[in-house]
């Protein structure tokens, strides 16, 4: 994997979190942050001293490359060996909201 594809693979992820149409989806209707959530492989949660929901960062990649969307800077952050991209997002979809009702219900 080139730095190029790297930072294409980041950009792709973004604009699907900015735009709502993720790929899964048969024709071009957005999907619910639920609906998004379903195809992760891990999320970290991010809290303060109190344990109060700050933000996280959700793997959707791992392996080759990494890539983790964090919603407290809202960056698509890509690992490659010693390569790195990232992307900003809009989350047009509710991510953040619904990660937070999801750390609250714990």
Not at 4 to 18: E, G, M, P, Y
Not at 22 to 34: L, Q, V
Not at 55 to 61: E, N
Not at 73 to 100: H, I, R
């Amino acid at each position: 994997m080139t730095d190029a594809d790297l930072q294409n693979h980041v950009t792709f992820i973004a604009t699907q979190l900015s735009t709502g149409v993720y790929e899964p989806n048969d024709e071009d209707e957005g999907c619910s942050a639920s609906d998004y959530l379903s195809d992760v492989l891990d999320i970290e949660y991010v809290v303060d001293s109190k344990a109060n929901y700050l933000g996280a960062r959700v793997l959707v990649a791992f392996g080759g490359p990494n890539i983790w969307i964090n919603t407290r800077s809202n960056v698509v952050e890509g690992y490659w060996w010693g390569d790195s991209a990232q992307a900003d997002f809009t989350d047009t979809l509710g991510l953040d909201d619904l990660l937070s009702e999801l750390w609250e219900c714990r």
